[in-house]
C-alpha cells in the first residue's frame, strides 16, 4: 500500500532539458544586454542561474551551470571591453558563488538521500503493521484501505490484520490510544499477538484473551519505562465456513453488513470493554453473533471514519453513504469511502484511518476444506 518512492541520488532535471534550460537563460540575459545597451549591464546576473540549478538538480548539473556560467561572464567582460581588474572581480564573483552553489547542492542531496533512507524504514515499518492487500480464500475476498492522519509518517495507531486459518478466517481491527512512537509500540504487540493466537487458539475468546494479556504486558513495561498506559478498542470475528460470524466487540465500533442495496450497522449490544481495561470489568467479554450470507460485504472501520467531521462540525453519516456503492467490490467500495471522506471533510481527515471490506463467495465452502492460501 505504500506509494514509490523516487528513487536517492535520481536527478530531476532531465539533462536534455537541463542543457537547453541554461542556454536559454544565457541566451535571453545577453540579447537583452545587447539590445538594450543601458549603463547597468544584465548579464552579471547570470551568476544566480547555479543557485537555481542546485535547488532543483544534481551535483555535478550544478557544477556544470556554474563552470559555463563563469565562461560567459568571462567571456562577456572581455568582449566589452573592461579592465583587467574588472574582469578577474567579476570573474572571482561568478566562481564564488558557483562553488557556493554546488556546495548547497550537495548539503540538498544528502539531505534527500537521508529522508529517502528514512522513508524506505518506515515503509518497512507499514508493511509490518499493515497487511498487503487484497486478499482472498475460498471464501472471502477482502479489501481495504490505510490512511494514517500524518500521511508522512506512513504508520499509525489504527491496525488491522486478518488470518486465513484451518477453520475459517479471523480479522481484527484495532484503535490504540493516543499516536505517536508509543501508540505504534502498543500496536505492534497487538498484531504480533493476534498472529500467533488467531491459529493457536480454538475459539474466539482465547484470541481475545491472548490481546488482552499482551495489552497489559505492554502497559506494565510502559509504567515501567516513564510511559502512560494504553488502551486498544477492537473488533475481533471468527468467520466460519457457515453464514454466522462471531464476533467480540472491545470498545469498537461495530461493523456494517451490505446487501441487496442496503447497508445496516450489526447490532452487537454493548461493547465491552477495550483491551487493556479487562480488570476493570465484571464479566467477561461475550460472543455475539450475526448472519454473514454469501454476496454480502462486511465493511469494519475506526473511528477516523465516523468521527471525521465537516466544516460546520457535522459528523461523516457513514451508514448513510454506504447505500450508495453498496452493489461494489471490496476495492472499489474501501476507495470510495476513503475518498467521500476526504471531500467531505475538505481534505486529509485528522484521525487515522483504516477500513476494511469482507465480501462473501457465492459459494461457502464445505467445512473442512482449508482455505487458499494456508
Not at 289 to 301: I, K, M, N, Q, V
Request: hydrophobic fraction near 45%; glycine fraction near 10%; proline fraction near 6%.
Amino acid at each position: 500500500m505504500a506509494r514509490e518512492r523516487r528513487r536517492p541520488g535520481r536527478p530531476r532535471i532531465p539533462t536534455p532539458a537541463f542543457a537547453a534550460g541554461v542556454l536559454l537563460v544565457t541566451a535571453v540575459v545577453i540579447g537583452l544586454d545587447l539590445v538594450t545597451g543601458t549603463a547597468v549591464r544584465l548579464f552579471p546576473l547570470l551568476i544566480f542561474l547555479p543557485a537555481i540549478v542546485s535547488g532543483l538538480g544534481t551535483v555535478r548539473q550544478t557544477a556544470a551551470a556554474s563552470a559555463w556560467v563563469l565562461l560567459v561572464v568571462a567571456g562577456t567582460t572581455y568582449f566589452l571591453g573592461a579592465e583587467l581588474d574588472d574582469n578577474l572581480i567579476a570573474a572571482g564573483f561568478t566562481a564564488l558563488f558557483g562553488v557556493l552553489s554546488v556546495v548547497g547542492c550537495r548539503y540538498r542531496v544528502r539531505r534527500e538521500e537521508e529522508v529517502d533512507r528514512l522513508r524506505s524504514s518506515a515503509s518497512a515499518l507499514q508493511r509490518l503493521i499493515v497487511r498487503p492487500l487484497p486478499l482472498r480464500t475460498a471464501d472471502v475476498e477482502v479489501d481495504g484501505l490505510y490512511q494514517p492522519a500524518t500521511e508522512d509518517t506512513l504508520v499509525g495507531g489504527d491496525m488491522y490484520e486478518v488470518a486465513a486459518t484451518r477453520d475459517g478466517m479471523r480479522v481484527l481491527i484495532a484503535d490504540v490510544q493516543g499516536k505517536g512512537l508509543p501508540a505504534i509500540g502498543t500496536a505492534l504487540v497487538v498484531l504480533g499477538s493476534f498472529r500467533e493466537a488467531a491459529y493457536r487458539e480454538a475459539t474466539l475468546a482465547g484470541v481475545v484473551d491472548a490481546l488482552e494479556k499482551s495489552v497489559v504486558r505492554q502497559n506494565t513495561f510502559a509504567t515501567q519505562t516513564g510511559e502512560r498506559e494504553r488502551f486498544v478498542t477492537a473488533l475481533v470475528l471468527d468467520i466460519g465456513r457457515d453464514t454466522e460470524v462471531e464476533a467480540i466487540n472491545c470498545g469498537h465500533l461495530a461493523p456494517y453488513v451490505i446487501r441487496d442495496g442496503d447497508a445496516g450497522q450489526v447490532p452487537l449490544g454493548d461493547p465491552a470493554v477495550p483491551l487493556g481495561l479487562a480488570a476493570l470489568a465484571a464479566e467477561p467479554r461475550a460472543v455475539a453473533r450475526f448472519a454473514f450470507p454469501p454476496g454480502a460485504t462486511l465493511l469494519l472501520c475506526t473511528d477516523g471514519v465516523t468521527e471525521a467531521r465537516d466544516s460546520g462540525g457535522t459528523f461523516y453519516p457513514l451508514g448513510r453513504r454506504l447505500r450508495a456503492w453498496a452493489a461494489d467490490p471490496p476495492a472499489r467500495l474501501a476507495q470510495a469511502v476513503g475518498a467521500d471522506l476526504r471531500e467531505f471533510t475538505g481534505g486529509t481527515p485528522r484521525d487515522d484511518v483504516a477500513i476494511l471490506t469482507l465480501r462473501r463467495t457465492a459459494r461457502v465452502a464445505a467445512r473442512g476444506t482449508a482455505p487458499a492460501g494456508e
